[in-house]
């Protein structure tokens, strides 16, 4: 997380475009008792660094301490960092439970995104999806795209913002820093 922070500010500092950074909470980072001081530290009271960041979480995480869980997305979102529910529809999480948490995207799992050209249903339940979390007034996030059709159809249900191989594979921060956010299109 330290290094996503750096390497959004240096680009920030070189004028480059403010691309959010995602990045994975492990079940041990959420339940220790310092962790959202380390996120502060961070941080550093940097409120443009905060915003920068989305910190991803999966819900069998969340569903394992519901009220701890939701004291501590409270104070990240305090500070300014984005939430979002990682392989949103893989756990065994109440639908109850998806308005009290404060998040601000749902991501959804690759296996839906896939079955989504495989079959009436599959394509149904992602369209369920994104219409629920769009209603929450949550972002979605559709992951693990990787073929023209899915994309299209996930633009077709109004799906805020796709991953995958289709776009990239995964790379380190100076490759995309030269690939994607020094392009001419980005300036």
């Not at 330290?2 to 994975?24: C, E, F, H, M, S």
């Not at 905060?50 to 409270?74: F, H, K, P």
């Not at 439970?97 to 601000?104: H, V, W």
């Amino acid at each position: 997380m330290r290094q996503a922070i750096k390497d959004y500010r240096r680009w920030r500092t070189a004028g480059l475009p403010a691309v959010p950074i995602a990045v994975n909470v492990s079940p041990l980072q959420l339940r220790s008792s310092s962790f959202i001081a380390e996120v502060g530290q961070a941080i550093g009271g940097d409120d443009q660094a905060a915003a920068g960041l989305e910190l991803e979480i999966t819900e069998s995480l969340i569903m394992e301490n519901v009220q701890l869980s939701i004291a501590s997305l409270r104070s990240l979102q305090d500070m300014g960092i984005s939430i979002a529910i990682d392989d949103f529809g893989t756990g065994f999480s109440s639908l109850s439970y998806l308005a009290k948490f404060p998040i601000d995207a749902l991501k959804i799992d690759r296996s839906f995104v896939i079955e989504m050209t495989n079959s009436p249903e599959g394509l149904a339940l992602v369209a369920t999806i994104i219409n629920l979390a769009h209603t929450l007034k949550l972002k979605v996030i559709a992951e693990g795209v990787e073929t023209e059709e899915q994309a299209a159809m996930l633009r077709s249900l109004a799906c805020d913002e796709m991953q995958g191989y289709l776009f990239s594979r995964p790379v380190p921060a100076e490759v995309f820093e030269t690939k994607f956010l020094n392009s001419p299109a980005n300036h």
